[in-house]
């Protein structure tokens, strides 16, 4: 089993940069492949980013391909997701995900953070 705890959420003006930390505890990170999340509200909960365990392989929504990097240090138990441009249609909450595959599908995570809020003003 895995704890994660996201940071680094807050509020940018459009064009802003923020970079969001996920920090894991309990079986080491590097088990699982790591991904992001978020959710605006309203909304269903849809992938943002995700990366293979060594960090071989990244995969990105069309939404934020181009302005957001997702990476992971596992000696550190942390992942990353530097975001870049930022709009506001990119408000939302962003949760850290665990899982044993990278997919697109929420149902597919096995462990969720409680999410760290971004709110991206006009």
């Known amino acids: 089993q895995v704890h994660l705890v996201e940071s680094g959420g807050g509020l940018v003006q459009a064009g802003a940069s923020l970079r969001l930390s996920c920090a894991a505890s309990?079986?080491?990170?590097?088990?699982?492949?790591m991904s992001w999340f978020r959710q605006a509200p309203g909304e269903e909960r849809e992938f943002v980013a995700g990366i293979t365990r060594y960090g071989v392989s990244t995969y990105y929504a069309d939404s934020v391909k181009g302005r957001f990097t997702i990476s992971r240090d596992n000696d550190k138990n942390t992942q990353f997701l530097q975001m870049t441009g930022l709009k506001p249609e990119d408000a939302a909450v962003y949760y850290c995900a665990a899982g044993s595959y990278v997919s697109r599908d929420y149902g597919d995570v096995d462990y969720w953070g409680k999410g760290t809020l971004v709110t991206v003003s006009s």
């Open positions: 309990g079986r080491t990170m590097s088990s699982y492949v």
